[in-house]
C-alpha cells in the first residue's frame, strides 16, 4: 500500500516541478520580450501569478488521476480540481482583461494638453474592463455550480421560470439597473468621461472615476462629491471640457466716473504680457454699464483649462486693483451727497422768513402771536331749556 502512495508522492512531486520548469520558462521568454515591448512587461506583472497556479492545478490533477491509490475517493478529488481549474482559469481571463485595457490605456495620455480622445477612450475602457470582469466572475460561479449534480438537476426548472424571475428581479432592483444603464449611457454617449471639468450641485470639480453606479466628483478643495449615474442622465449639469479645455473668464470692476479705460486697458496688456497663464486668445476691456453713479469696467481673459483661468483672473483683478489705487485714485469708487437748506418759494417766501426768525423770541411781535394760540377761545353751549350761554375754554 505503501508503494502506492509514494507512486503517487513521486508523480506529484515530478508534475510540480514539471510546472515550475514551464513556468520559469514562459517567464523567461516573456522578459526577454518585455525589454523591446511594453505590453510583455505588464504581461508579467498581472497574470504571473494565475499562470502558474493554472500550471500547478494542472500537474495536480493529471498526477491524481494517474497514480492516487484510492480509486473511490478520485471522483470528489477531479471536482475539487475541475472547481479549483474553473476558478484559477477565471483568474487568468481577468488579468488578461487588465493586461489589455492597460496597454490600451498606455497609448492614450491624459497628462498631454490636448487629451480630449484620451480621455474619452480612458472612460470607455475602464468602464469596458469592469463589465469584462463581472462576466467572467458571473460564468466561473455558474461553471462552478454546474459541476454539482443536484444543481444541473433544476438547471432545467431555473430556466423555465427566469422570465418570473428576470421581471421580479428588475422590479426589486430598478434604481440599482437605472444607474447601471445610466453609467453606460454616459460612457458610451461621451457625455462624461474621466478628469472632465464639470459644475454639479453647485461644486465645481474634476471627474475621478466613473463606475456602473455612481461617478466620483474631486472637488477643488479636496473634497469627493459622489453622485448616481442618473443624476447625470436626468439633471442638467456644466461640462467645461465637453469639446475642448480652453475658457473665457471675466473681471468686473464698478468704478467712478472720473476713470480712464484707455490707461486701463494700456495697462491690462501689460499685465498679460508678463504671465504664461494668458493663453493669448483674447483679451477685452469694455464698458459694460454707465449708470447708478458709476461705471461697470468688464475684462474678458482666456486660459488653456479652469485652474489655469481661476489663477489669471485673480492676477489680473489685483494688478488691476493696484494700478487703479496707485496710479488713478481719482478712478476709486465714491459716494457722492448733496446737502442743501431748503428755501421757500413765491411771493410768501420773506414774510414766512421773518416770521420763521422770530416766531416766539419774546419781543412784541412775539407776544402778539404767541396771545393768538393762547388767548381763551369762546365756546357756545346749549342749556337743558334750549336757550345758549358763552362760555370760555383755555
Known amino acids: 500500500m505503501w508503494e ?167 422590479l426589486a432592483a430598478q434604481s440599482v439597473l437605472a444607474n447601471v444603464f445610466a453609467g453606460l449611457q454616459l460612457v458610451f454617449s461621451d457625455a462624461l468621461r474621466v478628469d472632465d471639468v464639470v459644475v454639479a450641485e453647485g461644486e465645481w470639480g474634476r471627474v475621478g472615476e466613473i463606475t456602473l453606479s455612481y461617478v466620483v466628483l474631486e472637488l477643488w478643495d479636496d473634497r469627493r462629491l459622489v453622485l448616481p449615474c442618473t443624476y447625470f442622465t436626468t439633471t442638467p449639469f456644466e461640462n467645461w471640457t465637453r469639446r475642448g479645455s480652453e475658457l473665457l473668464g471675466a473681471v468686473e470692476f464698478d468704478l467712478d466716473w472720473r476713470v480712464d479705460p484707455e490707461a486701463m486697458r494700456a495697462h491690462l496688456d501689460t499685465v498679460l504680457a508678463q504671465t504664461s497663464l494668458w493663453d493669448r486668445r483674447a483679451s477685452v476691456l469694455q464698458v459694460t454699464d454707465a449708470v447708478g453713479g458709476y461705471v461697470r469696467v468688464r475684462i474678458l481673459v482666456t486660459a488653456a483649462d479652469a485652474p489655469t483661468l481661476f489663477d489669471l483672473r485673480c492676477i489680473v483683478r489685483e494688478a488691476m486693483v493696484l494700478w487703479v489705487q496707485r496710479t488713478m485714485p481719482a478712478g476709486l469708487p465714491v459716494q457722492r451727497v448733496l446737502l442743501t437748506d431748503p428755501e421757500p418759494t413765491g411771493a410768501a417766501a420773506p414774510d414766512a422768513a421773518r416770521s420763521a426768525a422770530g416766531l416766539f423770541t419774546g419781543s412784541i411781535e412775539a407776544e402778539q402771536r404767541a396771545s393768538t394760540f393762547t388767548n381763551a377761545i369762546p365756546v357756545v353751549t346749549t342749556d337743558p331749556d334750549g336757550s345758549g350761554s358763552a362760555g370760555s375754554a383755555r
Not at 10 to 29: D, E, K, P, Q
Not at 61 to 85: C, G, K, N, Y
Open 4 to 170: 502506492s502512495w509514494l507512486g503517487y508522492g513521486i508523480a506529484v512531486a515530478i508534475a510540480v516541478v514539471a510546472a515550475v520548469v514551464i513556468a520559469a520558462l514562459v517567464s523567461l521568454s516573456v522578459r526577454l520580450l518585455a525589454k523591446r515591448t511594453q505590453w510583455a512587461g505588464v504581461l508579467v506583472r498581472h497574470a504571473r501569478h494565475p499562470f502558474r497556479t493554472i500550471l500547478i492545478i494542472a500537474g495536480l490533477w493529471a498526477a491524481t488521476q494517474a497514480s492516487f491509490p484510492d480509486r473511490e475517493m478520485l471522483p470528489t478529488l477531479v471536482h475539487v480540481f475541475s472547481i479549483l481549474a474553473i476558478g484559477a482559469s477565471a483568474w487568468l481571463l481577468a488579468s488578461l482583461v487588465v493586461v489589455v485595457t492597460d496597454v490600451a490605456l498606455g497609448r492614450y495620455r491624459i497628462d498631454v494638453p490636448d487629451n480630449r480622445v484620451a480621455r474619452r477612450i480612458r472612460t470607455q475602457m475602464l468602464i469596458v474592463r469592469r463589465l469584462a470582469i463581472v462576466l467572467i466572475v458571473i460564468i466561473a460561479i455558474g461553471a462552478v455550480l454546474l459541476t454539482f449534480d443536484a444543481v444541473r438537476a433544476i438547471g432545467a426548472s431555473v430556466l423555465a421560470s427566469a422570465g418570473i424571475a428576470s421581471v421580479v428581479a428588475g
